[in-house]
């Protein structure tokens, strides 16, 4: 499996902005499917934003949808979460996820990076 690395959380205002990056090594994140989830404090952990590995189609949470934009840089082996008019809501712990949804199919986990939107 790959091996992930979340950063760029932190404490922003509501209204603020925040770049999530989720850093690969041991493989190339161009053949698999990233996904960021969120968990809030007593909260199941669910899926905010997915892009593909063929097409890059992706797909959002409602609600994130507007707000939030996930990118990847192959170059860089790296994936982005663009978090804009972020909400006390959008408080949580965000994990980078990278899927093989083909043979010999995988799932990875980064150990996530703490969002706190917070006045």
């Known amino acids: 499996q790959v091996q992930l690395v979340e950063s760029g959380g932190g404490l922003v205002q509501p209204g603020g902005s925040l770049r999530l990056s989720c850093a690969a090594s041991?493989?190339?994140?161009?053949?698999?499917?990233m996904s960021w989830y969120s968990q809030a404090p007593g909260k199941e952990r669910a899926m905010v934003a997915r892009?593909?590995?063929?097409?890059?189609?992706?797909k959002y949470a409602d609600s994130v949808k507007g707000r939030f934009t996930i990118s990847r840089d192959n170059a860089k082996n790296t994936v982005y979460l663009e978090m804009n008019s972020l909400k006390p809501e959008d408080t949580a712990v965000y994990f980078c996820?990278?899927?093989?949804?083909?043979?010999?199919?995988?799932?990875?986990w980064g150990q996530g990076t703490q969002v706190t939107v917070s006045s």
């Open positions: 892009i593909f590995s063929g097409g890059g189609n992706t």
């Open positions: 996820n990278a899927e093989q949804w083909a043979p010999p199919y995988s799932s990875s």
């Open positions: 041991g493989g190339s994140l161009s053949s698999y499917t």
